[in-house]
């Protein structure tokens, strides 16, 4: 099975007076994982993630993805490769709020060629059908975002993340504002249509009650020696 994401010898500070934040000898994962990445709030999950999807530079070692090493890459080179390969559901969602539930879900096809190329319909029917899997009820896909529910919103934020077939996507606590059975009905959902694109899927919550729907689990604070000091 193909690596996906591969860390060796990664630091990470965000000044050079500060001690690291993240100092992590190795992490790799496959093609294919549902990985559920946990530790508590201010342990670094989000600047690990900043560093997978390019955002962030390694102080030292590196961070290679889908065998690109990010650190070799310009900041536009990264971008492209982030908007190209990488499938990002928000904690907050990030959605264009004034914008239909739609075009919000075929925005990355706008910004990349790759993903667009990936489509094999038209894209606005695309779209349709993976709101239709995450189970978006039909009458709402051309109301603004804003006049949704968190839990819907939530739904047309894994549409955009999914839409082009990623090879990966990352989800940054994305269920923190669903009770717990809806928390569960979502991320088998998602796995689901992950399964489908064949992307991997990084899950980071500090909610250990999701640990057990996911076939790998990772806590920062085990793999970080700059928390382990």
């Not at 990010?70 to 492209?80: G, H, I, M, Q």
Request: hydrophobic share 40%.
């Amino acid at each position: 099975m193909a690596r996906v994401i591969e860390l060796t010898d990664l630091t990470f500070q965000w000044h050079p007076e500060q001690d690291p934040t993240l100092d992590i000898p190795s992490l790799a994962i496959e093609q294919g994982e549902h990985l559920f990445l946990k530790g508590p709030s201010g342990c670094g999950k989000s600047t690990l993630l900043g560093l997978l999807t390019g955002i962030n530079v390694a102080t030292s070692g590196d961070v290679v993805a889908l065998g690109q090493n990010l650190k070799s890459l310009s900041a536009s080179a990264r971008d492209k490769f982030r908007a190209d390969h990488i499938g990002y559901i928000f904690q907050q969602f990030n959605l264009l709020p004034y914008l239909s539930v739609i075009d919000n879900v075929t925005l990355p096809c706008q910004f990349s060629r790759t993903r667009k190329q990936k489509v094999t319909e038209p894209l606005h029917e695309e779209a349709k059908h993976l709101l239709e899997h995450l189970r978006l009820p039909h009458h709402l896909l051309n109301k603004p975002v804003i006049e949704l529910s968190i839990g819907q919103q939530q739904r047309v934020a894994a549409a955009r993340a999914l839409i082009g077939q990623p090879e990966f996507l990352i989800a940054d606590e994305p269920t923190s504002a669903l009770d717990h059975d809806n928390r569960e009905a979502f991320i088998e959902l998602l796995m689901e249509q992950a399964n489908v694109a064949k992307s991997t899927l990084i899950f980071v919550s500090h909610d250990p009650t999701l640990e057990p729907l996911f076939t790998r689990s990772e806590n920062l604070q085990d793999i970080n020696r700059a928390r382990a000091l």
